[in-house]
């Protein structure tokens, strides 16, 4: 067994296996390393989830909005995923105790567990009872109530976990402030995700937002001893990783922008390419204007301080960003112009216009240089900080003699 900076890990013959304060709160079947493939809405589906579990890390599908015309096609990612791993151990002549094999899904707080939408609250009392996941992530915001019994999601996962038998389902929070952290660890929640405004996708809007390092200090130091924290933003590689996990921070990280960029990702390869294509993090900008124009015509609007977007920058960041004032007027006189901003937007974004649409990604891009299996990204993550974490504790310590 070998000690290294904020975790343990021991070695075996076929497997190097990790032990931090998140591999023994969540440890399964699979889980080997501190890492979790991010549900991302479009794009983690059963496939990425199923060769992410494979890789020994911990593997989301996407439960979104989970809307009623979205839960067939989750219910279709869960079959594909359930396939995938039963193929996965019928190869490797193991039989697991089904209870052990896990199943992560993540959730959108705001419209999966809407303040007054109990149909939405039944839509997921049914996920939780029928597909029985052993690990559920929540995020804007992470802690939700419903609108009659007061019942918190976290409750009710909890609940039902108990109820189905066999494991616990366990809950993860994603939050991107100290207030949401601390509300989260109130309400019981077995693991927290930090996630930082350099992440991809969805997160708090300036300046409500904080970096992904300091966040993660501030909750490891709030967070119980025995509640894990992950840091989520723009770690693509094994010094990001590495450096998440000095002591006193993560107990684990959160790849999402990473995963995308994969043959397992749903999602078009055009924007898998841009995130290849990206040279640096000057190319990734946190911004509203995509929410604001999206905001019009989606049926599951993103409230504030939500409503930002990790994204590459283009034509439409250039000239819309920090014009809120301006786009809002563009946006009404559209009513009268069926060529206006709108049409154009929402036209580039069915056919996956780079140039326009958003294409998610957080600030590790730059460092992101090809679209490789899923398997292969973890497994070279993983390596490399464990000997980037092995090369620290010998490299800056200089013993004076005499
Ligand atoms: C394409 C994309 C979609 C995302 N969708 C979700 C989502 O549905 N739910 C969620 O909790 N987070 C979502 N996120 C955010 C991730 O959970 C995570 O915080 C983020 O990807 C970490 O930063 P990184 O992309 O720089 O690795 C998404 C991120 C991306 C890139």
Known sequence: ??????????????????????????????????????????????RLAAATMQAGALGFIAAGHLTANSMKDLQAEIQLYRDLMKQHYDQQQQQPEPETIPLALGFIGHSATGSNDEQAWDRYRHILQHEKPTVVQFFAPAITRHPTTGQTNVELAHEVGRANGGGACLFLAQVGSVQEGIEAIAAGVDGIIAQGSEAGGHGLRHPHGNPV???????????PAHVPVLAAGGIVDGRGM????VPGLADGVVLGTRLYATPEALGRDAFKQAIVEAKSCDDAIRTTVFDQIQNVYFPTPWPVPYDSLGALKNDFTAEWDGKTDALDAALKQQQHDASGVLQSFRQANEKGNVRIAPVLAGKGVGEIHSIEPARDVIARIEQEARQIMQEMSNKHLVRLVG
């Open 213 to 223: 390092l300091t966040l993660t200090a501030r909750l490891r130091q709030v967070a």
């Open 1 to 46: 067994m070998k000690i290294m900076s904020a975790a343990t890990t021991t070695t075996t013959a076929t497997a190097v296996v990790w032990k931090t304060l998140f591999t023994d709160t969540f440890s399964s079947s699979c889980l080997r390393m501190p890492i979790v493939g991010a549900p991302m809405a479009g794009v983690s589906g059963g």
């Open 242 to 245: 590495a450096a998440a996990m």
